[in-house]
């Protein structure tokens, strides 16, 4: 959604022409790490980046995530899910440890294996066409073996991939099977789910925008600039921070990323740090779907804790002193009359003080 049609005819193929993706995620630790919401293991499946199934080592269950998937898919459906995950579950644990040898590891760190799999579709009106499929592993956040689709082959882009590479690549049946699985099932899959699922997948939210500046933590003469898109649907976004209405470089930004949101929405962020006296005009500029005109909301130019910070400063410095005044006024006629009417002289001391899953061959 970079551009905007000038031509009718142009606007109405750039709606109508769509793409929409299915892709099932896993994760696997080394071992367990002792943080909240953190498992050795999990799976989830999502379509058009909404999460609709999920797995976890802990509850070893496959359980639904959106109402229309609980509803459309019988029980049966969840206890062969189930049964496949612990499977993967299983063969995901005996490849770490087979991964952490060949790479010689150390077995008191934490590392992590992971496989995406999964198709995307085009759709133009009525007319669905595949698009590509993914199938790729990843070791400690680097790519580590991917399926080319095109060729019907395994691509190892590190050396300590190509043992396994070479060992699958031997197996004609596994890559005719994986390529047509990318191709075929799980086009139907995403096509079936689609229509489950139609009515929920269709509806779509504008974002909510939001800019605001706070002191900057390493520079106190400085603040953080923010502009805030969130509760979108879909995810594709535009949002820049502009100055006099020229988007500022991206390098000299600090962005979020699109981040999901609990409800299934989507959420950008994006900073600069400027000086806290600053006389330019900022705006925030968003770009999505469901708006006929972006959405261009000029900053204040006000700090939420710094000016109020200073204010609020003033006002409680302001309302201490002259309650000190009183008490010392107080304090002195006090004393002065306790003195004149005994005689006593006295020295007062105060001081104020955060789905699918093909069995491929062990790695090794």
Same mark, same amino acid.
């Given at each position: 959604?970079?551009?905007? #049609? ?12 769509? $793409? ?15 943080? #909240? ?14 999460? +609709? !199934? ?25 206890? %062969? ?6 499977? $993967? ?7 770490? /440890? ?27 009106? /009525?007319?669905?066409?595949?698009? %590509? ?13 991917? @399926? ?5 082959? *395994? ?14 690549? $031997? ?17 139907? *899959?995403?096509? $079936? ?14 974002? /909510? ?10 520079? %106190?003469? %400085? ?8 509760? @979108? ?60 005109? #972006? ?48 005689? !006593?002289?006295?020295? #007062?001391?105060?001081? +104020? ?12």
């Amino acid at each position: 959604y970079t551009f905007v #049609p000038k031509s009718p005819r142009l606007q109405v193929i750039f709606i109508l022409y769509k $793409k929409h993706s299915l892709y099932y995620i896993y994760t696997a630790l080394s071992k367990p790490v002792d943080l #909240p919401g953190i498992y050795q293991f999990t799976a989830m499946g999502l379509l058009d980046g909404r999460q +609709i !199934d999920y797995y976890n080592s802990d509850g070893q269950r496959k359980i639904p995530k959106q109402q229309w998937m609980k509803e459309k898919m019988q029980e049966d459906y969840w206890e %062969k899910g189930t049964q496949s995950r612990k499977s $993967k579950e299983q063969w995901f644990n005996v490849n770490v /440890d087979i991964l952490m040898k060949r790479m010689r590891h150390n077995e008191s760190d934490v590392h992590v294996l992971q496989w995406r799999h999964g198709c995307e579709i085009e759709r133009q009106g /009525d007319e669905v066409k595949f698009s %590509k499929g993914i199938d790729e592993y990843s070791y400690d956040g680097e790519n580590f073996l991917s @399926f080319d689709d095109k060729e019907s082959q *395994w691509v190892a882009p590190v050396d300590a991939a190509v043992p396994t590479k070479r060992k699958w690549d $031997k197996v004609p049946i596994l890559n005719q099977y994986t390529k047509g699985y990318l191709e075929k099932e799980c086009v139907d *899959w995403l096509n $079936k789910f689609r229509d489950y699922g139609e009515q929920e997948l269709r509806e779509s939210s504008p974002p /909510d925008v939001h800019v605001f500046a706070k002191r900057c933590t390493t520079d %106190k003469n %400085k603040v953080k600039l923010t502009c805030l898109a969130t509760g @979108f649907y879909p995810k594709d976004v535009i949002l820049s921070i502009r100055k006099y209405r020229s988007p500022l470089p991206e390098d000299e930004i600090e962005s979020s990323r699109i981040r999901p949101n609990h409800d299934g929405t989507y959420q950008l962020r994006k900073s600069v740090i400027i000086q806290e006296d600053e006389k330019a005009e900022y705006d925030c500029f968003v770009k999505h779907r469901t708006l006929k005109e #972006p959405i261009i909301i000029t900053w204040d130019g006000k700090c939420q804790d710094c000016t109020k910070e200073t204010i609020l400063g003033m006002v409680i410095g302001a309302v201490i002193g002259v309650v000190l005044m009183l008490a010392v006024g107080a304090l002195v006629y006090f004393l002065r009359r306790r003195k004149n009417i005994a005689g !006593d002289s006295f020295s #007062p001391l105060f001081r +104020i003080n955060a789905a699918f899953f093909l069995f491929h061959f062990f790695i090794d």
